[in-house]
């Protein structure tokens, strides 16, 4: 079945740690998409890219660098620079056009 | 600035009845996409209905329907016959500039009492 994977569902972090969230879908969609989701803040958006080999910052994109080398990945890393990691990340994909998006089942990541 | 405001934290349904989520945004945009998304205590995203600016009809999906009211920028969620696998919480989501990136709301968590 067509779908996107995130992995892990749960990452420790220790300060001063760099960690990388997995997001891999077969659905042959082009675009891709990291959110943050904070209690009571909703999603929201750090980078998406549109298509391989190119990406764009979102609203909170500090602290976080993304890759896109193939169509079917888009991991994202969250950097020491981030001052406050933890949080619920997911990772979404759409087909080019206003459809809406598919998204993983998430990653929790924490700081300890 | 795009913003989504969803002004209900939390609402609460006896099973069967019906219940109405508000979601209101801003854009100078004559044509855009608008968005219901359920997120259950899974936490996985689901989207529950899809509105067209451009349309004037409302979407309707099984029991979920919208109230679209685009000269007041509202785009409001009906849940009719309410489930108890409807608690969850709901987010509005919206393409405002027809960039395909989504603008969210904080989210309306709905638990259906039986």
């Known amino acids: 079945d067509g779908g996107i994977t995130q992995s892990p569902k749960y990452l420790f972090r220790k300060e001063g740690q760099n960690v990388t969230l997995s997001c891999e879908q077969n659905?042959?969609?082009?675009?891709m998409y990291w959110y943050r989701q904070d209690p009571g803040q909703g999603l929201r958006l750090i980078y998406y890219?549109?298509?391989?080999?190119?990406?764009q910052k979102g609203d909170i994109a500090e602290g976080y660098s993304v890759s896109r080398e193939k169509k079917e990945s888009f991991p994202l890393t969250v950097t020491s620079a981030q001052k406050n990691p933890t949080a619920f990340y997911l990772c979404?994909?759409?087909?080019?056009?206003?459809?809406?998006?598919?998204f993983g089942s998430g990653t929790r990541l924490t700081v300890v | 600035a795009q913003t989504v405001t969803q002004s209900q934290p939390e609402m609460s349904v006896q099973e069967a009845e019906t219940v109405t989520l508000s979601c209101t945004y801003d854009?100078?945009?004559?044509?855009?996409?608008l968005f219901w998304y359920k997120q259950p205590p899974s936490r996985q995203m689901i989207l529950v209905i899809r509105?067209?600016?451009?349309?004037?009809q409302n979407a309707t999906e099984n029991r979920f329907s919208v109230n679209f009211q685009k000269a007041a920028k509202s785009f409001s969620l009906k849940i009719s016959d309410s489930q108890l696998g409807d608690t969850a919480m709901y987010f509005c989501?919206?393409?405002?500039?027809?960039?395909?990136?989504?603008?969210f709301g904080a989210g309306t968590t709905v638990t259906v009492r039986a």
């Open positions: 509105q067209e600016a451009y349309k004037q």
């Open positions: 890219s549109q298509i391989v080999n190119d990406f």
């Open positions: 979404a994909s759409s087909v080019t056009g206003n459809y809406g998006y598919t």
């Open positions: 989501a919206c393409d405002l500039s027809n960039d395909y990136k989504l603008s």
């Open positions: 659905l042959n969609h082009d675009a």
């Open positions: 854009t100078s945009e004559s044509n855009y996409y």
